[in-house]
């Protein structure tokens, strides 16, 4: 079965994927268009991370049987046109939680404790915090942190930070009342929370979700995290809210367009952290992804019901 994993991999991951069994699997990283192009001729299967899986792409697989999204979210994936072909489309929910939640942590941390600001300075030749610095320095433990989606990453998240001693808020579809954490409406949650951290996939209903009107609810100061997808966020809205200082800082990994340009206006903001949608990417995710991807491949050819089915 001849799969393309549409990403970049490094030697140990190249390794792995040519060692799987039964398959045979292409690389193509994202910046590859061509190569692309011409490895999807011939694909059975379809391992999707990042870059748009369009109706253009899909039209130019004429064997293509399978579209696995490499995570969770599958707004990246043209769906109707998938269905159009009668190509099942299968996500990986949880094999990525544990590194989101790791990153989302890290954002707080590093937008609290300003850790960009020090780590250029220190690289300048400055050796003490500027005292504005300084004034502006927090700590995560004895806040209160809202979190907007209660799936498997902020389910992970929620018992570090109340062991950090967090109060944790969340809303939710519905309340679980076996969890510990609070369960409040998302207009409470902005109003009470100190930090913010997003954790829904990106629909209709969400995108912009944190617009103008969401940041005005927010309390002054107040920090937002966002490891789920740009388009929750109206980015000029929250650059113009850091910039003047109505929203204290902000840890970011995901951006409306991707990828997000050099001339962002969020990256010219010292009280903003930024990665470039990297939260997933540890050698542990691929290790639970990789399990599950190659199960679903083995399910197709067997004609076995797969996987984590989104449709």
């Not at 109707?80 to 009668?86: E, G």
């Not at 103008?212 to 107040?222: N, T, V």
Request: aromatic share 4%.
């Amino acid at each position: 079965m001849k799969v393309v994993f549409h990403y970049a991999a490094g030697p140990a991951l190249a390794a792995r994927l040519a060692a799987l069994d039964g398959l045979e699997v292409t690389v193509c990283p994202e910046d590859d268009a061509a190569g692309f192009r011409a490895a999807m001729r011939g694909a059975d299967v379809l391992w999707h991370v990042l870059s748009p899986c369009t109706a253009a792409v899909i039209e130019g697989a004429p064997r293509l049987r399978l579209i696995q999204k490499i995570g969770v979210g599958v707004n990246t994936i043209d769906l109707a046109a998938a269905a159009a072909r009668a190509i099942p489309v299968c996500n990986l929910p949880g094999t990525n939680a544990p590194a989101v939640a790791e990153m989302t942590l890290l954002l707080m941390l590093a937008a609290l404790r300003r850790l960009p600001a020090f780590d250029a300075a220190l690289r300048a030749g400055t050796w003490a915090a500027a005292p504005a610095v300084q004034d502006s320095l927090g700590e995560l433990g004895g806040r209160t942190v809202g979190l907007v989606g209660y799936g498997a990453v902020p389910r992970a998240l929620a018992p570090v930070l109340r062991a950090m001693g967090c109060r944790v808020l969340y809303t939710a579809r519905e309340n679980r009342p076996d969890s510990p954490d609070e369960c409040v409406d998302f207009w409470s949650l902005l109003a009470e929370s100190d930090l913010v951290s997003l954790h829904l996939p990106l629909t209709p209903q969400t995108a912009r979700l944190i617009d103008a009107a969401a940041i005005a609810r927010m309390k002054p100061g107040a920090v937002l995290v966002n490891t789920a997808r740009g388009g929750l966020v109206d980015q000029d809205a929250l650059a113009a809210a850091l910039a003047c200082g109505r929203l204290g800082a902000a840890g970011l990994d995901v951006f409306a367009d991707e990828p997000a340009s050099a001339d962002n206006p969020l990256f010219r903001l010292r009280n903003v952290v930024v990665t470039p949608h990297v939260a997933w990417l540890t050698t542990g995710t691929f290790d639970r992804s990789l399990a599950l991807a190659a199960e679903n491949c083995r399910r197709l050819a067997a004609g076995e019901a797969l996987l984590h089915r989104v449709q």
